[in-house]
């Protein structure tokens, strides 16, 4: 769809787009074979895409695949979708917010051994990527749509480290695959986007597993408190850890006294905090 068509539509049925809701369309049918070959689907496929839009990726998606699963937020766009996706009988339209929905929770869920494709509306691109990852029903990979900066904060590598890059790490290793100008959307956002990869590498987890990964976060998270402090201060600050203890495991890890947690991998982190309870 180009921005005529588009524009046509919301005409055609009296609509206004909402910016709140990050409605940028794509309308850069390059760009849409480029996210459907790094896709990789197959008849085999069940995808989940987060933010339907009017439909333009979702179409290209559900003659890939075997099923696809297409949320949207907004009331006034599924009424239009209902029309456009009528003859696409392996697409599922739900109207529901993302955040608030448990299509991905739990084993009972309908999504078994899926993949997330979305051009993701940008104010929720990390509770939506965490939540995902966090899930007890996680996808086997996601192909998403991201804010170029966001892009480039989540495949993070040490010395440049922050909380969303270890938090997405931890779990799954992410990749940017191409860059987007900002001309390929309708309207046209402030900034330029980028597809990334992220390939989950946990699936199913144990209690034990769980409770571990909750102390592991708390950890990081007293790690980023303030960014610009060694990590020696903030653990002392908000995990009461004498100064001295903290030096030492950081020395066991091959790490220098005065490191800051932009400083730490993944593997750093779990390496240190073993050290730590030791
Ligand atoms: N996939 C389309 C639209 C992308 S714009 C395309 O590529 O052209 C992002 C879409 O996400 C918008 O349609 C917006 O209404 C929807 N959206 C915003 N917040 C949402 C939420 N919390 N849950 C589900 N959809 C949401």
Known sequence: MNAIQIKKILKEHDLQLNKRLGQNFLIDNNILDKIIITANLSKQDTVLE??????????????????????????????????????????????????????????????????????????????????????????????????????????AKPPKMNLLAVATQFYANPKIIFSVSKNSFWPRPKIDSAIIKIEVRHQQMSDLEKDSIKKFFQVVKAGFSSPRKQLANNFYTKLSIPREQIKEALAECGLPHQARAENLSVENWQKLIKEINA
């Open 50 to 155: 987060i933010g339907s839009g009017l439909g333009t990726l979702t179409k290209e998606l559900a003659q890939k695949a075997k099923k696809v699963i297409t949320i949207e937020k907004d009331k006034k766009l599924t009424e239009i979708l209902k029309q456009e996706l009528k003859d696409y009988e392996n697409v599922e339209l739900i109207e529901a917010d993302i955040l608030r929905s448990d299509l991905c929770k739990g084993r009972t869920s309908k999504l078994k051994d899926y993949k997330v494709v979305s051009n993701l509306p940008y104010y929720i691109t990390s509770p939506v990527i965490r939540m995902l990852l966090e899930s007890d029903n996680p996808p086997q990979e996601m192909i998403l749509m991201v804010q170029k900066e966001v892009a480039q904060r989540i495949c």
